[in-house]
């Protein structure tokens, strides 16, 4: 992967800066790294993914036969005796935004070529995506040991089982991707790979800690991401 | 293109004032007027195959992929075109083909279109062509990422293994129309409604996931890996053409991905995202409460980018095609990197109507036909564009410029018609006629096909380093360009007259008396034509050995793809030194040129005192 060489560079800010960027030869993007370009435009047509799966499940909402059911009862928890509404999303949430945290600083200590802390991080980052998937696993064998099924749903519209179980599935999914890549980052950050530039295994290109900011970014999205099912699914 | 873009983007800043006061000048020396600003990015570092495997099979050189995506393409396309001649047996013959029951015909009907659309023209274009030519025309070593290229290339490659393993598993394919609309895709009763479906939405995703990561690679390799000098503005339309459409893949393959899982659910999971309540065979179905609606908005959401993604790769080959075989420059390349754009733009705006008589609410109708007839203002002005750049050019009548001659009657052609169909009042009672299959396969089959055919005689040369045989390709295009009048016209009155598409037989209709002897004409004359592309890869097969020498720049071109420093392009392409771009590259008979063109790559003291294109 080549790197952008931006020292001699005169950059101009704001949108005069954006024109001569565009008008100019090489690069639209200057000094931007391609993989990290590349994850943007990526995460631009998942963000269309995304946007058509919450479209269609608000179009489903919007016409199904039978009552939607009240997303506090559904997903209330029975903690102590008490009912509380919402409990179990809300750690869930807030584990994958603290996750959102310390992946921000991993980018920031492996800039900093601060190995073992950008490690740790990443580390950290990956068990609280970890979490998150089995919280999810817990919430999802509770409606499904209370009858919820794609196919159907004692609480009422049908349609509910079906898109949550596809959607916050495919946001799992997302999830889970992202937890298996973090290891793996991890492993190559304490193993010295973006230091010594080693080249990755399949692609046979030269490791570059710039690749922890890439992986951060889609981290993010996915935080992001969540923030919006949250919204769709648990409040509305 | 005006002297005052060089200023403004700051660049050859030091000779922006001796540029910008004309050529003629003599006190400065050429060092000052051939500036170019120095690398951005360091080279690229390349893995270079040793093996026979790494080198021609899991290979990570776009060129190899390019051709690889073009040769599989070719294949599902020639399994795509057989398909047809049995449709059209059927409809001009009934009953000539004993085994052809009438799911036999839907089946066909299905894959025909789904292949043609998806795996034919979407793959051959961007996979095809956008591999081969975006290094080569903006001055790269390779693809960016060529590893998740390689991938891309095998995804597509399963996709299509799974599409036409669909053939062999129980019950066939699926045969519900390219459109897959629900609920009766997934009903018994439509052939293939189990594994058929399954496999085909299986497929799809593939194809998808496998296409992102390809157009990943073509528009980060346009943004972030032109050479030195080449600017957005000094791209070939060609590669303007290919980023477009593949910005809208981006976008408008999420749709199909989203629609084809939630069809692949209620299939095998028995979800109900697009099933209303049904009743089959006096019988009430699990299914209650979807939407087949949504189904359509999702597909058309996908299925209208798609039109124009098949469709401006084409318009952007044909502009440079016309602007090097009439030694012309293109007129108005600003203009029309601006239709390509907006067309582009446009076209996420349009995808209703294809759903006019889908029962949504005619307001919608009303919207998405005044932005339906919107688009034709870009392509108009495309059209003219490329006659204008005709007009007085010095014109070599050769087999490329054959096919880009009927290309351009082919598309203004089945553009008028689609006027016709964007009107909701007309399209009404046209609508799922003859005569929309006869509008879009002139628009989007025929018009299309011929850009690649004429690109294949343009480039050949350079993938191969032989010309292709021009008798044979002569042959090639009027069998082509006649022959696919002669079905497609007499479509529109079978359309005119209401026949309607999709139907396996009209037994004793009373209008089809008139439609009988037309219909044997048009199956006649499918066969001939279908036939005709055989010659294409007779010749291709006869001149990869024994063809004229073509050696480098045979069609005395401008752009880079032509400047490598040998014949066809080494892995890596340009040798040891990246070309250093100092020009767009519609340079053709410049007055007071030496040459009737200029290369990219000539630098601007090497013209001075011609009247050339500050670009």
Redesign the interface.
């Known amino acids: 992967m080549s790197d952008p060489k931006i020292d001699g560079l005169e950059l101009k800010p704001g949108f005069k800066g954006m024109a001569d960027d565009t008008g100019s030869d090489q690069t639209m993007f200057k000094g931007v790294h391609w993989g990290k370009a590349m994850m943007w435009i990526f995460l631009l047509s998942d963000t269309f993914i995304f946007s058509c799966f919450l479209i269609s499940y608000m179009k489903g909402r919007g016409s199904t036969l039978v009552d939607w059911p009240n997303a506090s009862e559904v997903f209330g928890l029975h903690v102590f005796g008490v009912e509380v509404p919402l409990l179990l999303i809300a750690i869930m949430t807030f584990v994958l935004i603290t996750s959102s945290g310390t992946m921000a600083l991993a980018v920031k200590y492996g800039y900093e070529k601060n190995r073992k802390m950008c490690g740790w991080l990443i580390l950290a980052t990956a068990i609280g995506g970890l979490i998150f998937v089995g919280m999810q696993a817990f919430e999802w064998s509770k409606l499904i040991s209370e009858g919820v099924r794609p196919w159907e749903n004692p609480f009422g519209a049908k349609q509910f089982g079906s898109f949550f179980f596809m959607i916050t599935g495919f946001h799992g999914t997302h999830v889970s991707i992202g937890v298996i890549f973090l290891f793996i980052y991890a492993y190559k950050t304490f193993a010295g790979h973006y230091d010594d530039r080693k080249r990755g295994w399949f692609t046979s290109m030269k490791g570059d800690y710039v690749e922890i900011e890439i992986l951060g970014l889609y981290w993010h999205f996915v935080d992001l991401v969540w923030v919006f099912i949250f919204a769709f699914f648990y409040l509305w | 293109m005006s002297d005052e873009?060089e200023n403004?983007?700051?660049?050859q800043a030091q000779s922006s004032e001796t540029i910008s006061s004309g050529s003629g000048g003599g006190s400065r020396t050429a060092s000052d007027i051939d500036y170019?600003?120095?690398?951005?990015?360091?080279?690229?570092?390349l893995?270079h195959g040793h093996s026979f495997i790494t080198k021609w099979v899991f290979c990570q050189d776009a060129k190899v992929i390019g051709v690889q995506y073009f040769l599989l393409a070719t294949f599902t396309g020639v399994i795509g075109l057989i398909l047809s001649w049995l449709m059209r047996l059927q409809l001009g013959f009934p009953g000539a083909a004993g085994f052809m029951t009438a799911e036999h015909y839907y089946q066909f009907v299905t894959m025909h279109g789904m292949i043609m659309v998806v795996y034919f023209l979407t793959a051959l274009f961007l996979g095809g062509f956008g591999n081969y030519l975006i290094p080569l025309m903006v001055g790269a070593r390779d693809m960016?990422?060529?590893?998740?290229n390689m991938v891309s290339f095998w995804s597509f490659f399963v996709a299509v293994g799974v599409l036409l393993a669909s053939f062999f598993v129980p019950g066939g394919p699926t045969g519900a129309g390219w459109t897959l609309y629900p609920p009766q895709t997934i009903l018994e009763g439509t052939p293939g409604s189990g594994w058929g479906i399954l496999l085909m939405c299986i497929s799809l995703i593939l194809f998808v996931a496998g296409f992102?990561m390809g157009?990943?690679n073509y528009?980060?390799t346009v943004?972030?890996?032109?050479?030195?000098?080449?600017?957005?503005?000094?791209m070939p339309l060609t590669v303007w053409g290919i980023f477009t459409a593949t910005v809208l893949a981006?976008?408008a393959?999420?749709?199909l991905?989203?629609?084809a899982?939630?069809m692949t659910?209620d299939n095998v999971?028995?979800?109900?995202?697009f099933m209303p309540?049904i009743i089959q065979a006096g019988e009430i179905l699990?299914y209650?409460?979807?939407?087949p609606i949504?189904f359509q908005?999702?597909f058309w959401?996908f299925g209208h980018p798609e039109v124009y993604i098949v469709a401006l790769p084409a318009f952007g080959i044909v502009s440079d095609l016309i602007s090097v075989h009439s030694r012309k420059n293109i007129f108005g390349y600003r203009m029309m990197v601006w239709a390509i754009v907006g067309i582009g733009g446009l076209s996420f705006f349009v995808w209703a109507h294809h759903m006019y008589v889908s029962g949504m609410n005619p307001w919608f109708g009303f919207f998405f036909a005044t932005t339906t007839l919107i688009i034709a203002i870009p392509t108009a002005m495309k059209v003219y564009n490329w006659i204008i750049t005709l007009w007085r050019g010095n014109i070599r009548l050769n087999v490329v410029m054959l096919w880009c001659l009927g290309f351009i009657v082919t598309f203004v052609n089945g553009g008028i018609t689609g006027i016709f169909l964007g009107n909701v009042s007309v399209d009404v009672p046209l609508s799922d006629t003859y005569f929309v299959v006869a509008h879009f396969h002139m628009v989007m089959g025929i018009a299309p096909l011929m850009v690649i055919m004429g690109a294949v005689y343009h480039w050949f040369p350079l993938v191969a380093g032989r010309f292709l045989n021009e008798t044979l390709g002569k042959w090639h295009f009027w069998l082509t360009f006649l022959g696919a009048y002669s079905i497609y016209f007499p479509m529109h009155y079978l359309g005119f007259i209401g026949v309607p598409r999709r139907y396996f037989e009209m037994y004793d209709s009373p209008y089809m008396t008139s439609a009988v002897g037309m219909n044997e004409f048009i199956s006649m004359a499918a066969f001939i034509v279908g036939a005709a592309q055989f010659i294409l890869i007779f010749n291709i097969i006869k001149t990869l050995k024994t063809g004229k020498p073509a050696g480098s720049n045979p069609w005395k071109a401008n752009s880079l793809e032509w400047l490598t420093p040998s014949v066809p392009p080494e892995h890596g392409n340009w040798g040891d030194k990246l070309p250093v771009?100092h020009r767009w590259p519609y340079d053709f008979n410049v007055p007071g040129a030496k040459e009737d063109f200029i290369t990219q790559t000539t630098p601007p003291s090497d013209v001075v005192g011609t009247e050339v294109e500050k670009t």
């Open positions: 873009y403004k983007t700051g660049y170019v600003r120095p690398a951005e990015v360091t080279d690229q570092d893995y960016v990422f060529p590893y998740l992102t157009g990943l528009l980060i943004l972030q890996a032109r050479t030195r000098g080449m600017t957005l503005m000094r981006m976008l393959f999420p749709a991905l989203v629609g899982l939630m659910l999971l028995g979800t109900s995202f309540t699990e209650s409460g979807g939407s949504l908005h999702l959401f771009v």
